[in-house]
């Protein structure tokens, strides 16, 4: 005991500047002005702390958000397809969906190149097979040339080899996408044949004459189009209406009747 009151004599300053911070410190609270400018700075703060904990917790869960809202995507398309009846002699209506979608993350992209190619996180084991189309909602991406276990090549729309069927929207005129090598943003309509006249902004979509893309997947819209004097076909450039420098998910195209359609060309003369 002894001791102890020693030790608070010795220190009694310190315990004396304790107690008077008390003392004001329940002043303040008690007067309603300053106890509301108390508490309402404190509230800013916790309020900045709790925020930049939101931030960062969301940053973090990002990745995972992003994934599900793809799977999501992939059901409804998927769903969507399922509902659309297919065209049939018979009284009633198939449905039975001509494709299905398998949702991908795009692990590798290049665009500066003259032959642009992708990789994507996902495989034969998850069910993806060479000559599928890759699709985002906003345009067509390319088509798979090689599959390994858990991932798989794509040549891009980027490539000066891909050559891609295409229609314009407004008349249903076919035409033939490539791309240049020159801008990434722009790729060229050729095979337009001379009577037609394309105003800047009619869209071009995929014909429905292959058995990797269904009809209707936007490519672009025009931006200018090259009338060329003795030529049998003219040619445009089209905007892409995706920027291919910021592809992130995508989906792979499964064309459930493809081997019936193959088997049905391999039987012509």
Known sequence: ?????????????????????????????????????????TYAFTGKIFAAYSNITDYFSL????????EE???????????????????????????????AKVIK?????QKNY????????????????????????????????NYSMVMSILNIDNRINARIKKNNHLGNMEWDGKNYRFGLLTDIPV?????????????????????????????????IKNEKFNTARIEYFEDYNQLYYVYVIINLNIEEQKELESSLP
């Open 63 to 70: 990745k995972k958000a992003n994934e599900e809202l793809l």
């Open 118 to 149: 992708l990789m994507l996180d996902k495989g034969w084991k998850q069910g993806i097979q060479k000559d599928m189309g890759v699709t985002t909602a906003r345009g067509i991406v390319g088509t798979v040339i090689g599959v390994s276990e």
């Open 195 to 227: 009577h037609l006249k394309l105003n800047n902004g009619d869209t071009i979509i995929t014909s429905g004459n292959s058995q990797i893309f269904p009809e209707g997947i936007p490519f672009g819209k025009v931006d200018e189009y090259y009338e």
């Open 1 to 41: 005991m002894r001791y102890l009151f020693a030790y608070i004599l010795k220190h009694y300053f310190v315990f004396l500047f304790i107690l008077l911070e008390v003392f004001s410190f329940s002043l303040v609270v008690q007067n309603n002005y300053q106890r509301a400018t108390f508490l309402n700075s």
């Open 109 to 113: 992209n290049t665009i500066s190149r």
């Open 73 to 103: 995507n992939v059901g409804l398309r998927n769903r969507l397809e399922s509902t659309l009846p297919l065209p049939d002699t018979n009284p009633f209506y198939s449905y039975d969906s001509t494709y299905r979608y398998i949702g």
